[in-house]
């Protein structure tokens, strides 16, 4: 279970602090979805950097099964990280040094969470069977953008964040991946939270919610 | 247009003000290093032209003694009352005693008699101040630099160290140092040769016409072109070369890092080449842009690097004069005076060596399809065909390198062979390595361990040429290393052999030289007395040393032999074979067993060669006759030493005896401990300047590796990221770097270990047989290479603390910024 309570971020800038979070509550069950929409520069991103430990909070925070996360130190976090997350980024941010097999199972292995049989799945799952030897620029945007969705799922994490995971694709491209996505994070048995301007993809989720000038409005959006 | 364009191209280096740094250091570095070199090698060959040109113009052919060093003065009366324009000149050494003994070369001359057209210290004689040079006191002429060295003031009369007073000395600053020039009277009196006569100076016109010399002259004098008088320049050749050889490979290191910096620069402008082209910039203008930016980069560090070049030759310059003058003989300023040629080629040499590393990236921008987007892999893949083309590069030169190997004959093809296989194994190195990290990804099974080879991969284009650097330089280090160290070990070995007498004695003349010889084998506790008979001639064009040596059990048991055949100190002792320095013998192509005829007259029959010997640090070569054969064949030889054995605590009385009745200082009385000791100060000071410019070197090396890490730390945020994400804390991604930049560079330092033994073989087997004639055994010293391997890897330590501590002090959000979607 992810509990946020009264969570605050702010930014440095020349003209002074530049608040993004200005107390956002929020809860979410295990194995449910929600879609975080919102205009440009809300704090959609932020918010999911700070659930997935990437920054620190001014103030409030974020429990994890009822533990806070950012009490912790920079490696407890990193290892919670790679042992309950996965984290799927519009540009993909694949590792362009390793090819398509070795970046799939790669978060699962460092997690020592390998299942071949899952991974094996996944990739033929994602269409990314024939591609494993090739190496991610050598795969079309669509292509990256699955495999970047199999390396996330590929440990099973409790939580998958995703921001903007189908921005880079054409509409129809969109429909088929997030479907393929939507399908596999109820296999695995994840949770997800995932940023989107498309209101259309946003009503496949369980939830939705809002953010604006920092802050979620209430009720489902 | 060019303007905007310019405008433009250069508003990159605003936001990259790193890349332009790296620009100009290379630049700076390289211009500095080579024109240090070259200033120090331009200012010893003008000071050889100086003392070649001491008596310039007409007077260059000159009639000299066939047998010894000097002949009578009379000779000189005799050709003058036949009409002969002839002009006396007396040579010899004068001595200086002091805290250190300084000696010069005293030029005795007859202005009256110089032929009209002809110089004397860049001065003609037309111009002469007769008045003071010939009327007592007269005037000792002297450069600058030399009176310096000697602590005198214009207008000093010091005494030498055999107690004689010179005139007042007065400066001429066209003379070259460590020349005297006085009256041919003062020379014969100052160096104790009257009557005597060094050579007569001959107008080359009257040369022409070949006149016969008088009958009974014939047998004393014989005609010297002039052609065979730059011996110095010759002989130091070698020693010039090897400076600009690690002047060269210093440029060419920091070229490496100008390279590389322009081919980041290019790669991240692309898109804003693209966008001028889309702009309407022609590519012609978007080329000459690109140059002129180019051109204002190398003016800049050109004029740096000139400065600082001129400074690096200033602070070596001692150590340069000093191992010329030890090894062999030769003057040079203590101070640089240098032409404007030299600093205009300086900056010729900058904007050389930027168009040289730029002009890749020039024709890349002019080639690449500047339409396609920009991608990392575009530039791997540019990569991988240009390692193709390298590695089809260094083989072709190490072909030619076989080629030098196997077929070479000359200093020239030794040069050859090292720029032929020094940038092979450069260039080959990318190949190796990502054949070496291909090879040990097969061995990783974690996924940080594979990451950790694949990404090293990746990083390998862009690190390969500071690699490459680090390569030459470490590989210039092992292999200088192992020859100046294997050449000192052999050089002392050899020294503490051939250097047995306890007190070496250098007798004013051979007439006081046989009066001390007698003095001695009177003396209780002398075991031994062996003179040294010495003679100069010139075999087949070369100056040769001939030297007479008693039958004595003290050579056959201290004088090494390389070579010998069954009997040959017998050989050398009956008269029947003589013996060969190696240089002499590689220079005249004489093995053992083969016969070499003596110049001399009437001519006399060709005598074997019994042995060869080591005769290291000495420029000429050196040929050994029994004593009695030499003074029969040339009466005029000269008794040059005395060489003492006795116990060693007889000799501080026997030595405070000889000072006392011989009135002899302490450059003409020596034992052998200070013997030892000058000579291994000497082999020191040889090679300072050498170990100095291989620090630099790899020290340059380290820039370029700090540079490159540096630059690629900026672009490499994009491939670190992800795995921060995935759960790799920054400080283990800091140490993964830092382990793959130690691995990149361990495998070069391993890599450069077999390649500098290489070229410490090279250089003792090949260039220093070209060189200077004698051939080294190649000794290989495990722990100076351990230290040069530590040393290697501590300097890509260091090269890389810095762009590391920034990884590790990244603030998180810099790294979210790579995951940002406005990318």
Same mark, same amino acid.
């Given at each position: 279970m992810l509990t946020i309570q009264n969570l605050y971020k702010s930014f440095p800038t020349a003209q002074g602090p530049l608040p993004v979070l200005r107390g956002v509550d929020l809860q979410l069950p295990p194995a449910t979805s929600l879609a975080l929409m919102g205009e440009s520069g809300s704090g959609k991103s932020t918010l999911l950097h700070l659930i997935a430990g990437l920054e620190q909070p001014d103030q409030g925070s974020i429990l994890i099964d009822g533990q806070p996360l950012h009490s912790r130190s920079e490696t407890e976090r990193a290892r919670w990280r790679r042992e309950n997350i996965g984290l799927v980024f519009q540009q993909?941010?694949?590792?362009? &040094?390793?090819?398509?097999?070795?970046?799939?199972?790669? @978060? /699962?292995?460092?997690?020592?969470?390998?299942?071949?049989?899952?991974?094996?799945? %996944?990739?033929?799952?994602?269409?990314?069977?024939?591609?494993? @030897?090739?190496?991610? !620029? $050598?795969?079309?945007?669509? $292509? @990256? $953008?699955?495999? /970047?969705?199999?390396?996330? %799922?590929?440990?099973?994490? /409790?939580?998958?964040?995703?921001? !903007?995971?189908?921005?880079?694709?054409? !509409?129809?491209?969109?429909?088929?991946?997030? !479907?393929?996505? %939507? @399908?596999?994070?109820?296999?695995?048995?994840? &949770?997800?939270?995932?940023?989107?301007?498309?209101?259309?993809?946003?009503?496949? %989720?369980?939830?939705?919610? $809002?953010?604006?000038?920092?802050?979620?409005?209430?009720?489902?959006? | 247009m060019l303007r905007l364009c310019l405008s433009a191209l250069l508003s990159h280096w605003r936001r990259h003000p790193l890349q332009g740094i790296s620009i100009l250091t290379g630049l700076w570095l390289a211009t500095a290093l080579w024109t240090g070199v070259q200033a120090l090698n331009d200012q010893a060959r003008a000071d050889y032209a100086r003392a070649n040109a001491l008596l310039a113009g007409a007077a260059q052919t000159q009639l000299v003694a066939r047998q010894g060093e000097r002949f009578a003065q009379s000779a000189y009366v005799q050709l003058r009352r036949a009409g002969w324009p002839v002009s006396p000149v007396l040579e010899g050494r004068l001595r200086f005693a002091g805290r250190e003994p300084v000696s010069v070369r005293l030029l005795g001359i007859e202005p009256l008699s110089l032929p009209a057209d002809s110089s004397v210290a860049g001065q003609s004689t037309q111009g002469f101040d007769l008045l003071h040079f010939l009327t007592p006191p007269g005037q000792a002429w002297v450069a600058p630099d030399t009176l310096q060295r000697l602590g005198l003031k214009p207008g000093d009369q010091p005494t030498s160290a055999d107690g004689q007073r010179l005139p007042p000395l007065a400066v001429q600053a066209q003379l070259a140092p460590g020349v005297m020039i006085v009256d041919i009277g003062q020379a014969q009196r100052l160096l104790q040769a009257p009557e005597q006569l060094s050579r007569l100076l001959l107008p080359n016109d009257f040369a022409r016409t070949l006149p016969a010399l008088p009958d009974n002259l014939r047998t004393q004098l014989q005609l010297q072109p002039a052609a065979d008088n730059d011996d110095l320049q010759h002989l130091t050749e070698s020693f010039h070369l090897n400076l600009s050889a690690l002047g060269l490979l210093a440029f060419l290191v920091g070229l490496f890092i100008v390279h590389a910096a322009i081919g980041l620069a290019l790669e991240q402008r692309r898109g804003l080449l693209r966008t001028l082209r889309a702009c309407g910039v022609s590519l012609r203008a978007l080329i000459g842009a690109l140059a002129l930016e180019l051109g204002l980069f190398a003016l800049i560090a050109g004029l740096a690097g000139v400065l600082s070049g001129y400074l690096l030759a200033s602070l070596l310059l001692g150590d340069v004069a000093a191992s010329l003058r030890g090894l062999y003989g030769a003057q040079v300023a203590g101070h640089l005076s240098l032409s404007p040629q030299w600093w205009l080629a300086g900056l010729g040499i900058s904007l050389l060596g930027a168009a040289l590393a730029g002009l890749n990236s020039l024709l890349r921008s002019a080639q690449l399809p500047l339409l396609a987007l920009a991608q990392a892999q575009a530039w791997r893949q540019a990569q991988a065909l240009w390692l193709r083309r390298q590695s089809a590069l260094a083989i072709v030169l190490l072909l030619i390198a076989a080629a030098c190997w196997r077929w070479g004959d000359s200093l020239p093809s030794a040069f050859a062979l090292l720029a032929s296989l020094l940038p092979a194994a450069a260039l080959v190195l990318p190949a190796l390595l990502d054949a070496a990290l291909a090879l040990l990804s097969r061995l990783c099974s974690t996924p940080l361990s594979q990451w950790f080879i694949a990404d090293s991969r990746q990083q390998l284009p862009a690190l390969a040429l500071a690699l490459m650097a680090l390569l030459l330089a470490l590989a210039a280090s092992v292999g200088v290393g192992s020859m100046t160290e294997g050449f000192r070990q052999t050089f002392l070995g050899w020294l503490d052999q051939r250097l047995s007498a306890e007190l070496y004695i250098t007798p004013r003349d051979t007439r006081q030289g046989l009066a001390m010889r007698r003095w001695l084998d009177e003396q209780p506790g002398v075991e031994a007395v062996l003179p040294q008979w010495r003679l100069e001639l010139r075999l087949q064009g070369l100056p040769v040393q001939l030297q007479g040596m008693l039958d004595h059990d003290s050579y056959r048991q201290h004088w090494p032999l390389l070579e010998q055949q069954p009997d040959a100190w017998a050989s050398l002792a009956s008269g029947k074979g003589l013996m060969l320095s190696e240089q002499l013998a590689r220079r005249l192509k004489l093995h053992l067993g083969e016969r070499l005829a003596l110049p001399t007259t009437p001519p006399s029959p060709a005598l074997p060669v019994v042995a060869l010997y080591a005769d290291y640090g000495n420029p000429r070569g050196q040929l050994l006759l029994n004593d009695e054969l030499l003074r029969r064949l040339w009466p005029g030889a000269t008794l040059s030493s005395l060489n003492v054995r006795l116990p060693a605590e007889h000799v501080p009385a026997l030595k405070a005896q000889l000072q006392s009745r011989y009135r002899l200082d302490s450059t003409r009385l020596v034992d052998q401990g200070t013997l030892k000791r000058w000579s291994v100060e000497v082999f020191e000071r040889t090679f300072a300047a050498t170990a100095a410019l291989n620090s630099l070197t790899l020290s340059v090396a380290g820039v370029a590796l700090f540079i490159s890490l540096l630059t690629l730390g900026q672009s490499r945020l994009g491939q670190l990221a992800p795995l921060w994400a995935l759960g790799v804390t920054r400080r283990q991604l800091a140490w993964l770097s830092l382990g793959q930049t130690l691995m990149l560079a361990g495998l070069t330092v391993l890599l450069a270990m077999p390649l500098g033994i290489l070229l410490a073989w090279c250089l003792v087997a090949v260039v220093n047989v070209q060189a200077f004639g004698w051939r080294l055994p190649l000794h290989v010293f495990p722990m100076q290479l351990a230290h040069l391997a530590l040393l290697g890897l501590f300097t890509s330590l260091l090269a890389a603390a810095w762009p590391l501590w920034q990884l590790a002090r990244r603030q998180p959000a810099d790294l979210l910024r790579q995951f940002a979607d406005e990318r």
């Open positions: 993909y941010n694949l590792i362009s &040094s390793l090819d398509t097999a070795s970046n799939l199972s790669f @978060q /699962a292995r460092l997690a020592n969470r390998h299942d071949r049989t899952w991974s094996t799945y %996944l990739a033929e799952r994602l269409c990314l069977a024939p591609l494993l @030897q090739r190496f991610p !620029e $050598q795969l079309s945007g669509g $292509q @990256q $953008q699955r495999l /970047a969705i199999g390396r996330a %799922l590929a440990a099973r994490p /409790a939580l998958v964040l995703a921001d !903007e995971p189908t921005g880079s694709l054409d !509409e129809t491209s969109s429909e088929i991946v997030l !479907e393929l996505f %939507l @399908q596999l994070v109820h296999e695995a048995g994840s &949770s997800l939270l995932m940023v989107t301007h498309s209101t259309h993809l946003a009503t496949r %989720l369980n939830r939705r919610l $809002q953010l604006h000038l920092g802050r979620l409005l209430p009720g489902d959006a | -």
